[in-house]
């Protein structure tokens, strides 16, 4: 539940499709770094919050705003905004605003004890996913999202919120209950990351109040600390002067205000109220150097901060500024982006661009990954891209194609104006009480992006470069395994690659465009042969002559959203194992070499402006592609799909470069603890088939060019078998001649391969293993249970009910009552084919002292639900979170492309979610407990756990 932010984009506002486009707002508050000038002359004003928003504050000094919004209907969100955080602690609270905010959810004034997540959940409320919070250096928030339809419920969400106002109740035994959780959720955060972080942020963050402050505090305090000692940070700044109540919902806004007034107008502030001091990082105009090196790291990695103030975002001349900041960076990504698709790639990854920072502070950040023993060679080839952009900027054509793709996407954001969903509304405004990040609305942005953006010269955007890269508060920080610490740079030898490379002779940038078309000619459509339309699902059949299917499901939850896949039987499953690794990278691999007359960076450069994606893929039983694009560009997706599937492109150079990238990310794999774990569970339960074992330098060695370009084209060579399912805003007569264009005109051999069954499942029996590696105190667990599965919609939903029920449990003993977990979780999944299976699969870490304790409580757990069965709490609480996510996930095109794509495969009926509200109401005690006793047998029963080495070879 806590946050730190820091290098972070902060959310805002987000009215996009499925790209997950940004507004003007949100990518102002992710750069928040533009300067203050006006550029017209006229005053700057502060630009007025959105107009749709109401918005006032009580004479206790409490803010609220609300916001009428339908989306999803009959639902709102509740934020709980706190102007105050872990910066704000004295040296004996270290910890205490997170420990606070833990605090809120085990005992208010109505809601004792746990009685509050026990309520919401039995509202259909899911905790952790729906009600939660966080806290950071500056602020803590609670969020709460309630059905409306219910006035109970409403009314009961409006007392939490008033609740966590000022009406906690810091029960002593509740306090001592939470340490162990909080602890727990401490010890997850342990490793190699966090040591180093110890050691680099107090350079990074100048010495300042920040460094010592990290918000999930110290652990001598959360062990030892006094009650009074949280209860006087809570009345030092839980305090109505200093919080924000947002509501944006499917409600009656009037009615919504006269009620804040009545609840909260009662908040006291204290009578001595401590100043909130706004606290900052300090520009000291030094450089620094640190590097930090630890066991467990994984990777080299360079990085140099030039810090900088980062003025206010409140005007208009401001979000000018912060489009220009946009371009900056689109710009630059882009030419890292070239960089790494070179056939010698000189780095892992390369990365630079203005960024957010902490403390009043913006940052330009140039990072690296490197290859083993090649750092100065990463790193001198990011700050060449670098320095060239100083030295003579960006072109006009990389500004025109930067412009085309910031506008293209304002477009959409404002289509999706009436479409947006109420939690990006709620973002926005928790940034403009927060930060004072200005709010108008996405009309007003749009407005200001159109009237902005001709006037936006390329004098600008480079000038750029000579604010932000200079030679003081520069910061560079070097992080290395320990075993290449003898061969790291100092200080010295860094600022010596930094002037190397300023002293090279640099030529501008050439931006090569290919203007020949994407395809080399064009398809030859073929013709619909059938239509068939169900009118209850809304959905049309087609087939085309070349045999291709298609499923047409035209919907209004989006204005500017079409979602699409498609899939034919086979996949990796026909060929042997000596060509599983070309045949399992052959879709990645060849997709990076562009499609059509396009290479990669032609083929980007030609999408820019463009919102669409084309993917194809190849998995264990199919091969096929995932997509989607707004409606004006679903013909250039179209045309990119019959590219890839007719015109792949081969490039043995590029390829080179990808496998020795790959090789290079690998190298060090080893020694990262979570990757060790996560590579021996994926070999034990795959029964240590080499097609489940983990990634390999030996395996990239096994990856032969010819054989996966021959895989792939293998793959589509054939389209009669293909399954194409298309949902979102579209009319189904318009979308027709693009259909046969494209996929008509599909190559057909009408081979009609299938899939193979392979044999690979979990190994059936008891399996116990134990896998030591790592220094941290701490362990993470998982228990296996698997087997055959009679699959049907009514056994998928029983053995979710199952994993509900159980998980309701674990949190319940596991957490709350033992406090030997944080997040305790069970996960359950299923297939049809090649044979119906199941597996059921309990996770949580814990101290490596408790392992066999919380085991043996969870297994007792499981016991009580093959003999008793859930309560009949457990199971309402179930029902009413499934019926509630059900009412908004049929809202939504991924659902449903999911739902289509996943009935489709399995030939199931596509009306089947017809049956799935009668289907929950059969679920009980009963059929729970006969589940547990079918699903968590003891016959089937897999036990992994990851301890320290040190531990290895004690009792």
């Known amino acids: 539940m806590n946050k730190i932010k820091i290098r972070m984009a902060c959310a805002g506002l987000v009215l996009g499709s499925w790209l997950g486009l940004m507004t003007l707002n949100q990518q102002a508050l992710a750069q928040a770094n533009w300067k203050n000038k006006n550029t017209t002359g006229s005053p700057e004003r502060i630009l007025p919050l959105d107009p749709a928003v109401r918005t006032g504050k009580l004479p206790n000094g409490f803010t609220y705003y609300i916001r009428h919004n339908e989306e999803p209907k009959n639902r709102v969100v509740f934020y709980m905004a706190n102007k105050v955080g872990s910066v704000l602690e004295t040296d004996d609270q270290q910890g205490l605003a997170h420990f606070m905010e833990h605090m809120s959810f085990n005992g208010t004034k109505h809601f004792p004890k746990n009685e509050l997540v026990n309520y919401l959940q039995k509202s259909g409320v899911r905790f952790g996913a729906d009600l939660n919070a966080y806290t950071n250096f500056d602020e803590t928030v609670y969020q709460l999202p309630l059905p409306t339809d219910n006035l109970e419920i409403l009314k009961n969400g409006i007392q939490i919120m008033r609740d966590w106002a000022q009406e906690a109740t810091l029960d002593p035994v509740e306090i001592d209950k939470e340490r162990g959780v909080v602890l727990e959720e401490k010890r997850l955060g342990m490793g190699a990351q966090e040591r180093m972080q110890r050691q680099y942020w107090p350079v990074i963050l100048n010495g300042s109040r920040y460094a010592s402050r990290l918000p999930i505090g110290q652990e001598e305090i959360l062990t030892q600390f006094k009650p009074e000692v949280i209860r006087r940070y809570y009345h030092d700044w839980y305090r109505p002067d200093l919080q924000a109540l947002i509501v944006v919902g499917d409600i009656d806004v009037k009615q919504m205000e006269q009620t804040i007034k009545a609840k909260f107008a009662d908040l006291k502030n204290p009578l001595k109220e401590k100043v909130r001091t706004k606290y900052t990082i300090l520009l000291t105009g030094k450089n620094q150097f640190i590097a930090v090196t630890d066991k467990e790291m994984s990777a080299t990695v360079a990085e140099v901060l030039i810090k900088h103030t980062a003025p206010k975002l409140r005007t208009e001349n401001d979000y000018r500024q912060c489009i220009i900041h946009e371009l900056f960076n689109q710009m630059l990504s882009q030419r890292y982006a070239e960089l790494s698709q070179q056939a010698t790639p000189p780095f892992v990854q390369g990365s630079g661009g203005i960024e957010p920072f902490l403390g009043g502070l913006d940052a330009f950040g140039v990072s690296v990954v490197a290859k083993p023993g090649e750092l100065e060679k990463g790193f001198k080839a990011v700050w060449r891209e670098t320095q060239r952009t100083k030295l003579f900027g960006f072109t006009q054509t990389e500004l025109d194609r930067a412009k085309q793709a910031y506008l293209s996407q304002m477009e959409t954001s404002f289509k999706e104006k009436d479409k947006t969903q109420s939690e990006a509304f709620v973002k926005q405004y928790l940034q403009y009480f927060l930060n004072a990040v200005a709010a108008p609305g996405i009309s007003k942005e749009y407005q200001i992006a159109q009237q902005q953006m001709p006037g936006i010269s390329l004098f600008e955007v480079n000038a750029l470069t000579k604010t932000y890269i200079r030679e003081t508060n520069r910061d560079i920080l070097v992080l290395a395994p320990n075993k290449d610490k003898t061969a790291l740079p100092n200080e010295a030898t860094m600022n010596q690659w930094i002037k190397a490379v300023e002293q090279e002779k640099l030529e501008p940038y050439n931006d090569e465009v290919n203007k020949a078309g994407l395809l080399s000619a064009e398809p030859l459509p073929g013709k619909i042969v059938s239509e068939q339309k169900d009118a209850k699902l809304n959905i049309t059949t087609l087939i085309l002559s070349n045999g291709v299917k298609v499923f047409l499901k035209p919907t209004d939850f989006k204005n500017n959203e079409i979602l699409f896949s498609a899939f034919e039987p086979g996949g990796t499953s026909v060929y042997i194992d000596a060509d599983y690794q070309s045949a399992a990278n052959a879709a990645g691999i060849v997709a990076n070499f562009g499609a059509g007359n396009y290479d990669l960076n032609q083929l980007q450069k030609f999408l820019s402006g463009k919102q669409l994606q084309v993917q194809p893929l190849i998995s264990d039983r199919i091969q096929g592609f995932k997509g989607g694009a707004v409606p004006k560009d679903l013909e250039i997706a179209l045309q990119l799909l ?62 032969s060019l010819d054989r996966a370009y021959a895989i792939y084209k293998e793959r589509f060579a054939d389209a009669s078998g293909f399954t194409f399912t298309f949902v979102g805003s579209f009319d189904v007569n318009t979308i027709k001649p693009l259909l046969e264009k494209y996929l008509g005109a599909l190559p057909a051999t009408n081979s009609h391969e299938q899939a193979k069954d392979l044999g690979i499942h979990i190994p059936p029996g008891k399996i116990e293993k134990n896998i030591y590696k790592g220094s941290e105190n701490k362990a993470t667990v998982r228990l296996v249970f698997s087997g055959p599965f009679d699959y049907s919609l009514a056994n998928t939903i029983q053995l979710d009910a199952l994993k509900e029920t159980l998980e309701f449990r674990l949190l319940e003993r596991l957490r709350e009552d033992e406090g030997g977990v944080y997040s305790p979780s069970a996960q359950a999944s299923s297939v049809k084919y090649p044979h119906g299976r199941y597996s059921f699969v309990i996770a949580f870490g814990c101290a490596p002292k408790n392992v066999d304790k919380l085991i043996a409580s969870t297994l007792n757990e499981i016991r009580k639900l093959k003999t008793e069965g859930p309560p009949q709490g457990n199971i309402d609480k179930y029902k009413a979170e499934e019926r509630r996510q059900q009412e908004t996930q049929l809202k939504t095109n991924a659902y449903w492309l999911h739902y289509l794509d996943t009935q489709l495969q399995n030939g199931d009926a596509l009306d089947e979610q017809d049956q799935y509200a009668s289907l929950l109401d059969k679920i009980s005690p009963t059929s729970v407990k006969n589940a547990a006793n079918q699903y968590l047998s003891w016959d089937n029963y897999i036990r992994l756990v990851l301890l320290p080495e040190k531990t290895q070879g004690q009792p």
């Open 642 to 703: 019959y590219a890839q599937f007719t015109s792949p492109r081969k490039d043995t150079a590029i390829f080179r470069g990808i496998i020795e990238q790959s090789k290079a990310s690998l190298t060090n794999r080893g020694l990262d603890p979570v990757m060790v774990f996560q590579d021996s569970v994926s070999a034990i339960l795959g029964n240590y088939n080499v097609r489940r074992t983990g990634p390999s330098i030996e395996k990239l060695d096994q990856i």
